[in-house]
């Protein structure tokens, strides 16, 4: 017998119940990824993750190929591809990991669909990209939860299933065409510092991360200059790691640290579940019904500025100029400029959302569509009319300005605090700067402009 497994985002070896299963169940097994045209079409596909993606195909052949396989890749209508792959080798199953966009879904309908009419079986398998499945936990009232603290509190209490071995040997039927895999370096328009993808890479920095990162998390994830939260979610996003085997060996470790960075992937299951229940969240504003944003001719401008790092606040263009160097941000660095552009500039959460997936490596519609609602007051927070002050925050996590001088050069020689307020600096001080553009914005006028607005006045 043969079955096909379908590799989405979960791009491994190790911990992954589809190949698993297959295995088990069958004595060949195609490892298959297909290329999604749809995808590239809805313009998702950004060059960052495109190049993480091909280190990660080129990591997960290279480990199939050691066990005796490899990787098979096509490119087109995804559901049409497989089945041109399960008519070639009559295969009766096709195994698959959960995902739960509207897209991903879509998808998964159409596919089951097809391989109904060849006499085939498909098989969805949960947890392999969550630790807690969306919908396993629900409040009494509601399909999802809304809040995350008692989300948090039934997501703790899950069984949670024993993270698998990878496979010793995979035997891939021969004959099987496949296209050649995509390479980084031909793929333009990527960051400078963007990360290396694949399984092996990042099942080092985990363990590394483990080992020395883990302890400090607590009270360190906040400290910019310090950048030292895990940097796993580019592997977390492309399923090179298994949350739950991440969860594991993290509470494995125990302490403050490991609990604090276990609630982090809590918050990531918590995305997850209300994306399930609600896809129209990653477009439409979850909650609030207020969409007055400003449009004008000088918000745009102000758009601008935000994207080049050029607003005049040096911890918002320093976590612009990292985003744009790295494929990457730090999530306080995101919390703030998420807050400045919908609240303290008024502009839309999606247009900043749009920016963002471009040049995220773990851009993800999850993630990336809920936190900025979180941060613009429209999703699940539940104090949206909070503004986040970029100088006092600032001043908080980035005390000694090592962060900010790091990205944003002009400033390399000012001292603390005033390289958080450059403009409070006189004379020869001033002048040794003018490279340094001022405030777009008064953040008191920003202030009385978002409580106007959302007072609706
Ligand atoms: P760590 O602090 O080490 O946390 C470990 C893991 O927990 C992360 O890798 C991530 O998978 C998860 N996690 C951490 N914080 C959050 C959170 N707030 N929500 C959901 N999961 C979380 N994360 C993405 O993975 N993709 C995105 O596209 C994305 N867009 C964001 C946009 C905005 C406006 C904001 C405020 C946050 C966004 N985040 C996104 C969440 C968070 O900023 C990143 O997950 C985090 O910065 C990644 O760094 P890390 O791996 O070092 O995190």
């Not at 209508?77 to 879509?106: F, I, P, Y």
């Not at 449009?295 to 080049?308: I, K, L, M």
């Not at 900010?404 to 002048?431: C, I, M, N, S, Y």
Request: glycine share 8%; charged share 25%.
């Amino acid at each position: 017998t043969v079955s096909v497994v379908l590799f989405t985002c979960d791009l491994r070896l190790h911990d992954h119940p589809p190949l698993h299963t297959a295995l088990e169940r069958s004595r060949e097994v195609v490892p298959l990824f297909v290329r999604d045209r749809a995808v590239d079409a809805a313009g998702f596909a950004a060059p960052n993750r495109l190049a993480f993606l091909a280190d990660c195909l080129a990591d997960l052949d290279a480990g199939l190929r050691e066990r005796g396989g490899r990787l098979v890749l096509r490119s087109g209508n995804l559901a049409d591809e497989v089945g041109k792959v399960v008519t070639e080798t009559g295969a009766q199953e096709v195994h698959l990991a959960a995902d739960h966009s509207a897209h991903a879904r879509r998808r998964e309908e159409q596919l089951g669909a097809l391989l109904q009419t060849l006499g085939c079986r498909l098989t969805v398998h949960d947890t392999v990209n969550t630790v807690v499945a969306p919908g396993t936990v629900t409040p009494a009232s509601s399909d999802h939860f809304a809040v995350f603290t008692p989300y948090h509190r039934h997501w703790a209490q899950q069984p949670m299933r024993t993270p698998l071995s990878a496979p010793r040997t995979v035997r891939v039927p021969e004959g099987v065409g496949s296209e050649p895999l995509p390479v980084r370096g031909y793929i333009t328009g990527v960051s400078p510092a963007l990360a290396a993808g694949g399984e092996w890479p990042a099942r080092e920095q985990l363990s590394a991360w483990l080992r020395s990162g883990l302890g400090e998390y607590e009270d360190g994830h906040d400290d910019l200059g310090g950048d030292r939260t895990s940097r796993l979610s580019p592997h977390l996003h492309f399923g090179t790691l298994s949350p739950v085997e991440c969860v594991q060996r993290a509470l494995r470790k125990g302490g403050a640290g490991a609990e604090a960075f276990v609630r982090q992937l809590a918050w990531r299951d918590f995305h997850r579940q209300v994306l399930a229940a609600r896809p129209d969240a990653a477009k439409r504003n979850y909650r609030s019904q207020h969409d007055r944003w400003r449009t004008s001719v000088s918000a745009r401008r102000d758009f601008e500025a935000w994207q080049e790092g050029r607003t005049g606040y040096p911890v918002i263009d320093a976590a612009m100029r990292q985003l744009r160097h790295e494929g990457w941000m730090h999530n306080r660095g995101r919390l703030l400029t998420a807050s400045f552009l919908t609240k303290t500039l008024y502009v839309d959460w999606r247009v900043g959302a749009e920016y963002f997936l471009s040049l995220l490596v773990d851009g993800d519609v999850a993630n990336n569509q809920l936190n900025w609602q979180w941060m613009a007051g429209t999703g699940t927070d539940s104090r949206p009319n909070r503004v986040l002050n970029p100088v006092t925050q600032a001043k908080r996590y980035d005390p000694d300005g090592v962060y900010t001088r790091r990205w944003v050069p002009e400033l390399a020689d000012v001292a603390a605090p005033f390289v958080h307020e450059p403009w409070k600096l006189q004379g020869l001080e001033r002048a040794a700067i003018d490279d340094y553009p001022d405030p777009i914005v008064d953040l008191a006028d920003g202030l009385a402009r978002f409580k106007r607005a959302r007072a609706g006045r």
